[in-house]
């Protein structure tokens, strides 16, 4: 199975500050990954799959990249509504499987 | 509006079962594979099975493995979970998911999800 580890397991950051956090993956999983985020009581959103291919309607300050093992997901302008745990998520080769989150906290 | 709505939650215990459903509606979910993921009280998430459209390919998480049994009714745009054997680490809120991708499993719509305690 492939395990999924994302750093930090969370931080604090301040509106408008630009911030990325990491995936990475146990074994190469090409572009398969996918990064939602989730609030506290709701279900999880699709943000990015593909890594770096946007949902439609995500804005456009939330970007992602890389490929193989190693993944990232940057904020370029975090908003108040950002505030959230992110999780990425391979689908590679099952069994499907998601980080530990990530959990954005305002400073 | 793609929505989707799960039911049939609750309390059991240990060694009981319950059988979850999932409605669909704003979309043709015959078309599309979908899936059940879980996240246990303050945990992350954890994907525990998946279907095909025509129910001819199902897959889980090996900690569910002849437990679980993953099914879906097309005519009622319905996913089903049953869940037997139930222990306390299955202990989680329930989402169904949809993945709108004919070929890539992410999972583009999640339901609200359903609370199944195991408790004795």
């Known amino acids: 199975a492939i395990r999924m580890t994302q750093s930090p397991p969370s931080f604090s950051a301040s509106t408008g500050d630009r911030v990325t956090m990491t995936c990475r993956a146990s074994?190469?999983?090409?572009?398969?990954l996918a990064w939602y985020q989730q609030k506290p009581g709701k279900a999880p959103k699709l943000l990015i799959n593909?890594?770096?291919t946007l949902q439609s309607g995500v804005p456009s300050r939330f970007s992602g990249s890389g490929i193989g093992t190693d993944f990232t997901l940057t904020i370029s302008c975090l908003q108040s509504e950002d505030f959230a745990t992110y999780y990425c998520?391979?689908?590679?080769?099952?069994?499907?499987?998601f980080g530990q989150g990530t959990k954005l906290e305002i400073k | 509006e793609v929505q989707l709505v799960e039911s049939g939650g609750g309390l059991v215990q240990p060694g009981g079962s319950l059988r979850l459903s999932c409605a669909a509606s704003?979309?043709?979910?015959?078309?599309?594979?979908m899936s059940w993921v879980r996240q246990a009280p303050g945990k992350g998430l954890e994907w525990v099975a998946n279907?095909?459209?025509?129910?001819?390919?199902?897959y889980y998480v090996d900690s569910v493995k002849g437990r679980f049994t993953i099914s879906r009714d097309n005519a009622k745009n319905s996913l089903y979970l049953q869940m037997n054997s139930l222990r306390a680490e299955d202990t989680a809120v329930y989402y169904c998911?949809?993945?709108?991708?004919?070929?890539?499993?992410?999972?583009?719509?999640w339901g609200q999800g359903t609370l199944v305690t195991v408790s004795s």
């Open positions: 998911a949809v993945t709108l991708s004919r070929i890539y499993k992410y999972f583009d719509y």
């Open positions: 704003g979309f043709i979910s015959s078309s599309y594979w």
């Open positions: 279907i095909k459209q025509d129910g001819s390919e199902k």
């Open positions: 074994q190469g999983i090409s572009s398969y």
């Open positions: 593909a890594a770096s």
């Open positions: 998520q391979q689908y590679y080769s099952y069994p499907y499987s």
